[in-house]
């Protein structure tokens, strides 16, 4: 498994979290699984803010679907920490390394499904890196990878970090969502 690069090293921008409520006190432990799972059903997760479009690549692909409302949600910008410590998933053997790790597979020997074990890389983890960064040369090879190949790299529609440790040194509140715009 490769080694965790910092934030500043890897140049981690200013990331965006659009969610109901405050930051302080939530919790950032995925929910445990009884199956495996590509991508942890929740988690702390935030995308690159774009400050020319204002705007994430969250913002735009949950725009673009239309499954989530806006209600109740408002736009958060968070500075990292430089020397959070990133596990970057930028190629699908760095999916893989990190499914190998933590492996969660099915009980049946015949069925070959298996995913990173999300409570695991959150309880072990952490020791290792603050936050597993998802980018978008990995989201368009998960979607070209056969079918075939496990673990599959599912669920990961854009660029996002998944945040085990809270590290950043800024955050402030920009202003209420309304479909997917601030204020919109």
Excluded at 28 to 55: H, N, V
Aim: aromatic share 12%; proline share 8%; charged share 25%.
């Amino acid at each position: 498994m490769k080694k965790a690069v910092t934030a500043a090293d890897f140049g981690l921008g200013t990331q965006g979290w659009s969610g109901v409520g405050p930051l302080d006190g939530r919790s950032l432990r995925p929910a445990p699984s009884p199956m495996p799972r590509p991508k942890p059903q929740d988690g702390f997760f935030t995308s690159t803010w774009d400050p020319r479009r204002c705007t994430t690549a969250w913002m735009d692909y949950t725009r673009s679907e239309g499954h989530r409302s806006t209600e109740g949600r408002s736009l958060w910008l968070l500075e990292p920490d430089a020397d959070a410590r990133l596990y970057v998933i930028d190629v699908l053997d760095d999916f893989k390394a990190l499914a190998d790790k933590y492996r969660q597979s099915y009980d049946n020997p015949h069925n070959p499904w298996y995913s990173p074990n999300w409570c695991r890389v959150f309880d072990e983890g952490r020791s290792m890196f603050d936050a597993i960064h998802v980018t978008s040369a990995a989201v368009d090879a998960g979607k070209s990878a056969p079918g075939t190949e496990h673990p599959q790299f599912l669920g990961w529609d854009v660029e996002s970090t998944l945040w085990l440790t809270a590290r950043f040194t800024d955050r402030r509140c920009v202003g209420a969502l309304s479909d997917w715009t601030i204020g919109g």
